[in-house]
């Protein structure tokens, strides 16, 4: 990924380069070798969380720029208890969690980028889209028979059609990041067999029966052409402006700890510092601060 001067990129072994050399079989979805053991991990998490909690402070009274989480992944990633483990400690005025399911009625009414849109975080705000938009060239590439419901012009051309959708979303996020908004997408890359031994476990411990859907065994049979699609529209759409990162899901205290470390670096990027007050402001802190300690 090359760089601009203007543009930070947190740097990490999982960062997709964006110059269509990303290849999903050769991402790791298992931690290192070298990698710290799993107390260790959680130690490390604690103190990311602690970190973040105080630079999202800093974020909501800078009041400068918003910060837009995206994750995408397989099913039994563990997409919610990352969000949850690495926002545990942050106050949860300044932070909102959206996640994305089928289409409304009144979302298809709209171009795919509609819904995501209007929950955009404001600024000095953290946003978090548990999957997003991406999901139009994921599932939907993957199940092309669900573009009939979105009243599309009939005259389309097949042929561009993914590569238009790749652009609109590198449009709109080269926008957002125009604007404020720093973006980091989080592919949680679990492997198969992986994937196969959580959803035993959901079927098999009655406290996690709730997490279990039939249909998702079934996508696990389209797991080539999603990986396909992952492959594609990390390729595409991983840019200085929206990074994605690959990270190893495998190992949930390694995947947990790593995405803490890479939010909190990004911040930390960032020219972030308190309001600074008015000489007028200070005046009048000086004036009330007296009339309060003479009473």
């Known amino acids: 990924m090359s760089r601009r001067k203007d543009v930070a990129v947190v740097d990490s072994p999982y960062l997709v380069p964006g110059d269509g050399s990303f290849r999903v079989h050769k991402a790791h979805t298992a931690p290192p070798k070298h990698a710290a053991d799993d107390d260790a991990l959680k130690a490390q998490l604690r103190d990311h969380v602690e970190t973040l909690d105080g630079l999202q402070k800093i974020l909501y009274a800078h009041d400068r720029h918003s910060l837009l989480l995206i994750f995408q992944a ?21 932070c909102e969690v959206h996640a994305f399911k089928r289409p409304t009625e009144q979302e298809l009414d709209h171009d795919f980028l509609w819904r995501s849109s209007r929950l955009l975080p404001e600024r000095g705000r953290i946003g978090v889209f548990n999957r997003s938009y991406y999901e139009e060239v994921l599932v939907v590439k993957v199940h092309p028979e669900l573009l009939g419901s979105q009243r599309l012009h009939p005259d389309r051309h097949p042929k561009k059609f993914w590569k238009q959708r790749y652009q609109s ?24 067999e992986e994937q196969r031994s959580r959803f035993l476990a959901r079927l098999n411990e009655p406290e996690k029966n709730w997490k279990f859907e039939a249909g998702d065994v079934d996508e696990r049979g389209h797991w080539d052409d999603y990986m396909a699609a992952y492959q594609d529209a990390l390729n595409e759409t991983s840019r200085e402006d929206a990074p994605w990162y690959a990270i190893p899901a495998d190992s949930k205290p390694f995947m947990r700890a790593t995405v803490a470390d890479i939010v909190v670096r990004r911040l930390q990027q960032l020219d972030l510092c308190y309001p600074e007050p008015s000489e007028a402001d200070k005046a009048q802190f000086a004036a009330l601060r007296k009339k309060l300690e003479a009473e």
């Open 74 to 94: 397989m099913d039994a990633a563990g997409k919610d208890s990352t969000i949850r483990a690495v926002l545990t400690g942050v106050n949860p005025a300044g």
């Open 169 to 192: 979303i590198r449009d709109h996020e080269r926008h957002l990041a125009r604007n404020g908004t720093v973006i980091l997408k989080f592919w949680l890359n679990v492997s198969r």
